[in-house]
């Protein structure tokens, strides 16, 4: 009786139980080589996860400081450009509007009629610095900048009304100028006209500028120079609630000069979101690059890992194939071994990542923030990188004869 | 798979070797070397056949070529009315899987893994289902003697338990043609008789037994022995 050889059904389960019963019989094995799928997931899932961290910090940071102050100058007009536009009320009329909170004016006095020298300075002659500007504010805008003082006072409203002849200086213009103490009462001279410090800066939030400068009160300053002209184009800085920024802006002109607001160039804060997500896109491409760079490393080192477990597994191999496995049935096991690895690797690549994650979160005082679709993708990334790296070991392993099975030991 | 290839039912011997020869290397290369030639002979059915000469004389190669896991450079090998030498592998493969087995010198188990999931390897590859491949393997484990061993590592093994596992794997997929290479060549002459004495037991219910020996008193045991020596095979009995 003659009858046709049919094709064998083998039973792809055993195929995949012996795929895990190898795994299992060689842990140490098999944690090395899902080593690389741990190292290359959990940087993956750390970078994106502290990314968007980062992401959410950043805004918060936008938000908080950059997005809370609208700015408005004074339009250069040849026919007034020697009178200030902004009205002696400025500060009054602009904080009516809701969502202000600090406003105050503030320009640079030129240098022609700033020169500086300190006086009644103990060791320091009165010499002339060129290297210090002065500028003008008044109370408000201390205000708007957050200015702290290390010692002294800054301005207050009753000081800028009464054109007290007073000077703030920053921590470090007094270093340049020996001044240390204020006890003593030092005195600055611009422009021949004597100003007593009555504080040293030593930190602004806003406007660094001021601390590399000798400041006097505006009304002193207007009085003994006059409105500021040229280049010294004055300007207000106007602090806003979060979110309130663009209205502000709307109002602004208006409100300091109903009869004139086309003499106002008002300057709302920037999209906190535009600013954000482009900041963010340059950090997420650099972070994705070096998570990508990991992850190859972890792929090359699991190929590295499985063709040297296929090597060793010549003999293995080669009894299969005398016991009747096709080459096809060899590459699915050792493919089926590397996806495994890159799952099981994967998955303990994400929960070593997310930990991370939350570890330097909780260190740093931010809110942990783990896209779903990491937490998820790991194991999946680590399985699709660990067959990709699992092709060409699986190509060599479906190549070993079955006559190794004679020569080679298992 | 050609149509021309086609499982035949043995009414005839369960091998027909016809001028089979085996050379490695080219021909016309000085390091050419004729491992077999010209083998022309049969192995009947239910046969127990040895195969003796002395080392390097070319008897794993006969058996290589016999087992399908190495082609004659010339001549052909008849499998139970097939012809193989021109087969194609997946052909070849299909045949190793469903009509023989092997038991290696070395025994070739996975001494990390249980003797049972060893034994049941033998059937994985011929089509078994794992609840079938268990069964078979705890059946053929009891038939050798290692019932109680079944769970262990191979590791914890003796040199002739871990033979008669390796035979137990060889039986799983129910082989009409078993293959032992030096089965008795690693054990010490206690067991060496023994495993004589287990594979004869299981000859006679109907396989067709090859065994390649160096051991003369062990090459008597077959009712069709075969010498080789250098490349040639004559038959003694």
Redesign the interface.
Known sequence: ?????K?????K???V??AV?SLA??RLRSVLTAAGTVLGVGVLITVVGLTSTARAQIDQRFNALSATEVTVSQVADPVTVRSLAFPPAFEQRVQQIDGVEQAGLVWQLPQETSAVSPTQVLGVSGQRDSGVGVMAVSAGALNVARARVREGKLFDPIVDRAEARVALIGSLVADRYGIHHLESSPAITVNGTSFTVIGVMDSVERHSELLNNVLVPAFTARRLWGDPRGSTSPQGWVSVERGAGQVVADQLAHAIDPAAPQRFDVTPPPDPRVLGNAVNADITRLFMLLAAVCLVVGMVGIANTTLVTVLERT??IG????????PA?IAFQVLTEATITGLVGGAIGSLLGISVILAASLSADWTAVVPPEAILGGPVLGACAAVLAGVYPSIRAARV???E??RV?? | ?TTS?????PHGPAYRIQGAGRRFGDASSPTSFEALRDAAFDIPSGSLTTIAGPSGSGK?TL??LL?L??RPTSGEIVVDGVPTATASD??R??????KM??V?Q?F??????SVL?NVM??G???????AA?MERAADRLARVGLESKARKTVATLSGGEKQRAAIARALV?DPQILLC?EPTGNLDSKNSGAIVELLVELQSGGLTLVMVTHDPSIARVGSVQLRVKDGEVRRDA
Request: glycine share 10%; proline share 1%.
């Open positions: 009786m003659r009858e046709r050889a094709g064998i059904s083998i039973d389960l055993g195929l139980d012996e019963a019989a060689k003999g293995e009894l299969r194939r005398a016991l009747g496995a096709r049935h004869q079955p006559l099975a004679l030991g298992t | 798979m290839e086609s499982l035949v039912r794993s058996l290589s087992g896991i190495d997946k052909f493969t299909q045949l190793r899987a469903t087995s092997f290696f070395s070739h188990l996975m001494s990390s893994r999931e390897l033998g994985l590859y011929s089509g078994l289902s794992r491949r997929a290479d």
